[in-house]
């Protein structure tokens, strides 16, 4: 699973131009099909929004390994965008609202929305030490969007990726534009909602291939 930008005329060129690389041995990713479609849920607040998607697969020109390419809007094994998990994420951290009263907000069954909770969680400690390391390495220097202390461990994660996207945001000058989930989604392949990431299965963050601004 590699994460690729929401463009899809971007990720067209960028295998055209061998400007995808393999994450286990950097080989150049040519185009390698299609992976099997899926309906996405995007809708936060208002009537529902199923999108059709249809992710590129890759292969490498070295270990030939395929690679699903994931639009960055989705998130890894799940049928809702990565913003709808993520807003509910939100709603937990910011105003403690539990997995009964999002479901019920979001229109999405309650066990839906506790799985997407109960990921966060156990997967919180991580994305501190994880996006923590990131900010320190991308910006070194930029004390100010350092994690601000939190209440909580789901605080203190939620503010890393804050700080991370804001740290990436700065860096290609896009101050404001890169939201936490995109941010986060490309630094984790995807993994960011899934327990394949939670499992370590990926013990460093990946780089992100994408465009993270727009
Ligand atoms: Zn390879």
Redesign the pocket.
């Known amino acids: 699973m590699i994460t690729v930008s929401d463009d899809p005329i971007d990720v067209e060129m960028a295998l055209g131009s061998g400007g995808l690389s ?1 994450p ?2 950097s ?1 150049r990713l040519v185009p390698w099909g299609s992976a099997r479609p899926r309906l996405i849920r995007h809708d936060i607040e208002g009537p529902r929004v199923v999108r059709a998607y249809r992710p590129r697969r890759a292969r ?1 020109s ?2 030939r ?1 395929t690679h699903v390419l994931l639009d960055v809007r989705l998130a890894s094994r799940r049928a809702d965008a990565a913003e709808v998990i993520a807003a509910s994420v939100e709603r937990k951290v910011a105003l403690g609202w539990g997995h009964r009263r999002i479901g019920a907000w979001l229109g999405r069954p309650e066990t839906t929305v506790r799985g997407w909770l109960r990921a966060f969680a156990r997967s919180a400690s991580r994305i501190v030490e994880g996006f923590t390391a990131l900010v320190v390495r991308d910006a070194p220097d930029a004390v100010t969007i350092w994690p601000r202390p939190s209440g909580s461990l789901l605080a203190a994660a939620l503010s890393a990726l804050h700080a991370y996207a804001e740290a990436l945001g700065r860096r290609f000058g896009v101050i404001g534009i890169v939201a936490w989930v995109r941010a986060g989604i490309a630094a984790t392949d995807a993994g960011l909602f899934s327990s394949r990431w939670v499992a370590g299965a990926q013990h460093e963050l990946a780089l992100p291939p994408v465009r993270l601004a727009g």
């Open positions: 393999c286990r041995c080989a490498c070295g270990c390994v």
